[in-house]
């Protein structure tokens, strides 16, 4: 079966400290997308980042930057220097290739940055 | 880029009426959709994949007689909840693949029951 989980149910950080976002995921499969959705209080998802299980490359994009890491099933995600801006429900999530196209959330994790 | 529309956005009901949602895919067609529910501090949890031009498929607990779903064309999927009590108050959110293993997600409906 597959699994994500995020162990940080809420993480307050001082706005420009760096925080580093939790998830782990549990599958058999080889091949797979895993993501990073942003949930601000509006309730829409916003779109994070997209990795497939071929590509452990580590990608940053300005202040974020992601840790993906096969060896022991964990895709991290890090926000350097930050904003209040940024205070929102983090989802990781897992999708299998080549099965039913369904994504798999992790519980979230809830982020406060404290001006 | 490729966008799902939602409405409505917010919904308040009676118990005991039905209320529909609608997620549309505007600029590319989405053959199978993804419906998901949230409840306040929880995670989604998804409740259905709607298939166009067939029946939809359901998660093991959720009851297809009270959340029907329809998927009349490659564009558009409707939810409708019916006969809604309050514990059907929710977060309720639909998605799409537009290709290339991305999903794009609709803005959401928060629905109440009173």
């Known amino acids: 079966a597959q699994k994500v989980t995020q162990a940080q149910t809420e993480i307050s950080v001082v706005e420009k400290e760096d925080v580093t976002l939790d998830c782990v995921y549990e599958t058999r499969d080889t091949t797979y997308y895993l993501f990073w959705y942003k949930q601000p209080p509006s309730g829409e998802l916003v779109f994070l980042i997209r990795?497939?299980?071929?590509?452990?490359q580590n990608e940053i994009s300005g202040r974020y930057s992601w840790n993906f890491q096969k060896s022991t099933s964990s895709f991290n995600f890090t926000i350097t220097a930050s904003q209040v801006v940024d205070s929102a429900v983090y989802f990781c999530?897992?999708?299998?290739?080549?099965?039913?196209?369904?994504?798999?959330f992790g519980k979230g994790t809830r982020l406060h940055i404290l001006p | 880029g490729a966008v799902v529309s939602q409405h409505p956005s917010r919904v308040i009901c009676k118990s005991g009426t039905s209320v529909k949602i609608e997620c549309r895919s505007l600029d590319f067609q989405a053959t199978t959709m993804f419906w998901y529910r949230q409840f306040p501090k929880q995670s989604l949890m998804l409740m259905a994949t709607s298939n166009e031009g067939s029946k939809a498929t359901y998660e093991q607990g959720v009851e297809k007689d009270k959340f029907l779903i329809n998927h009349a064309s490659l564009t558009l999927s409707t939810l409708t909840v019916t006969s809604a009590h309050p514990e059907d108050s929710s977060f309720y959110i639909c998605?799409?693949?537009?290709?290339?293993?991305?999903?794009?997600f609709g803005s959401g409906t928060r629905l109440t029951v009173v």
């Open positions: 999530a897992l999708r299998l290739m080549n099965r039913d196209d369904k994504i798999i």
């Open positions: 990795r497939n299980s071929f590509d452990e």
């Open positions: 998605s799409a693949n537009p290709g290339g293993g991305g999903y794009t």
